[in-house]
């Protein structure tokens, strides 16, 4: 079973930058979209972002221009480079497998979770 390990998070301020890790330790990705959730205390988690078998990305709205999404198939891991960040970025963010080389922005596009990193941006 594929375990999808997140790390980077931390605590910065607003106006700095984040880089996310993914990584399945023993397995590979390359054939699978990779998504991107965050969950803030109190709400549901949402989508951030997804970058296809082939690098293909898509991200929200709420973080275009920001967030961008990369892959090296090579080192068999996912990032998410968080520039910009603002106080609502807050929260936990997961890694997510899709089911297949492409996924969309629903959590049923996916199949496999990590545990999540904490993001906590200050004011």
């Known amino acids: 079973q594929v375990r999808l390990v997140e790390s980077g998070g931390g605590l910065v301020q607003a106006g700095r930058s984040l880089r996310l890790s993914c990584k399945a330790p023993?397995?590979?990705?390359?054939?699978?979209?990779m998504g991107w959730f965050r969950q803030a205390p109190g709400k549901e988690r949402e989508f951030v972002g997804t970058?296809?078998?082939?690098?293909?990305?898509t991200v929200a709205d709420s973080v275009k221009g920001r967030f961008s999404i990369s892959r090296d198939n090579s080192e068999n891991v996912v990032y998410l480079q968080m520039n910009s960040l603002k106080p609502e970025d807050t929260g936990v963010y997961y890694c997510?497998?899709?089911?297949?080389?492409?996924?969309?922005?629903?959590?049923?596009?996916?199949?496999?979770w990590g545990q999540g990193t904490q993001v906590t941006v200050s004011s």
């Open positions: 997510a497998r899709g089911r297949g080389p492409s996924a969309f922005g629903n959590l049923g596009d996916y199949d496999e």
């Open positions: 023993g397995r590979a990705l390359s054939l699978y979209a």
């Open positions: 970058i296809t078998w082939n690098s293909i990305t």
